[in-house]
């Protein structure tokens, strides 16, 4: 099977529709935690640990000389990266979780119960007709 026609079976299945949807969505998301954890979580955080602007926490490495930028390790957007990751990480996980217990809930549903079949029938006849012999 060549490359073109497998990419096309690919494409029209809607794996990349779905999967491109997901990806829009994903980065919406994360637009929204980046926010949330800028704006909403970390100015408290900063004002119990005495006035401290996350974003702005950094170490020069070396000063900036005449149009040359300093050199800087900002590590306080590390750390507001570093929450972003997590509270997504664990939004993920919460909703994977709640999608397998959903999947259980399936499984573990009892399905209806079916006819005997005719042997089934029949043989608990002869087992009735055994047991009024004796």
Known sequence: MSMIKEFK???VKGNVVDMAVGIIIGAAFGK???SFVGDVIMPPIGVLLGGVDFSNLAFTL???EGSAPAVVISYGKFLQTVIDFTIIAFAVFM???AINSLKKQEEAAPSAPTAPSAQEVLLGEIRDLLKDRK
């Open 62 to 64: 070396k000063e900036a």
């Open 32 to 34: 929204i935690v980046s």
């Open 95 to 97: 909703g994977i979780k």
């Open 9 to 11: 079976e690919f494409a």
